[in-house]
């Protein structure tokens, strides 16, 4: 009889689909990475960090970090509130909300781009009277950037936080009430510490998603390089110009910013399990 603490090894089949996974990420993931690695290098690495030093990719870089810092804590804000809501109540609509805020997940993001022309586009945009009064440009400006954005990445943190609100129940946080905590106290010490690996997790997916967002921000940008250019319209474009040192350069930079924020993600998760008391 085996014991409980007995390790199983793989048999020739269990190899097999070791062997089969490794080889699909090899291919998929790891061979793809390194090419982009090493046509950012192939010319030198002088000529990796002059390309750097431009002003359209210093332009884009800044575009693109204060896009993700102004959408990041809107839908972080937004995701703990619909989840809130949906996993604490039982309401006509219920359904009807979740898929409204799974839409981004089943629109093109290139036909969200488009709506968004439509709706504040100059001269035939819904809201463009409006808007040309008050002299505020939406469409190839920053705001439109924005919106694109905020609408790709909008499901991330409720979708995560909404399951583990579920499981977690009302329970503690009424027994939580009775002792006296307020609300904001209920939050930070009963919901909190069940749900920061959901809403880190929503956290990440969102940053990921609004750092490497193409087809929504290339519709209502105007992809003009220097001014409304994000790092990955930036990709694009230099790659069409055969500045391929400059697309592949600024494509390493997008994987320095996605490991950055998995690094952030390991430092976070050492902190809160040094901050959990070892049961």
Partial sequence: MRSANSVTQPDQWQWLLIILALTY??????????????????EGIGAFFASLHSHAFRQATHLTLIVTAIALPLNTLFGLCAAWVIARNQFRGRTLLLSIIDLPFSISPVVAGLMLVLLY?????????????????????????????VFVTLPF?????????????????EAAR???????QIFRRVILPHIRWGLLYGILLTNARALG????????????????????????????NYQSVAAFSAAVVLAGLAILTLIGKGILEHYFLKKTPSS
């Fill in 25 to 42: 990420l090899g291919v998929v993931l790891l061979l793809p990475a390194g090419v982009v690695f090493h046509a950012a290098f192939q």
């Fill in 121 to 149: 586009g100059d001269r035939i945009g819904w809201f463009s009277p409006l808007l040309a009064s008050l002299g505020i440009k939406i469409i190839f400006a920053l705001p439109g950037i924005v919106l694109a954005t």
């Fill in 157 to 173: 943190v409720a979708r995560e936080v909404i399951p583990v609100l579920e499981d977690l129940g009302p329970e503690p946080e």
């Fill in 178 to 184: 009775t002792l006296g905590a307020n609300s904001w």
């Fill in 213 to 240: 967002e193409f087809g929504a921000v290339a519709v209502v940008s105007g992809n003009i390089l220097g001014r409304t250019a994000t790092l990955p319209i930036f990709v694009e474009q230099s790659y069409q």
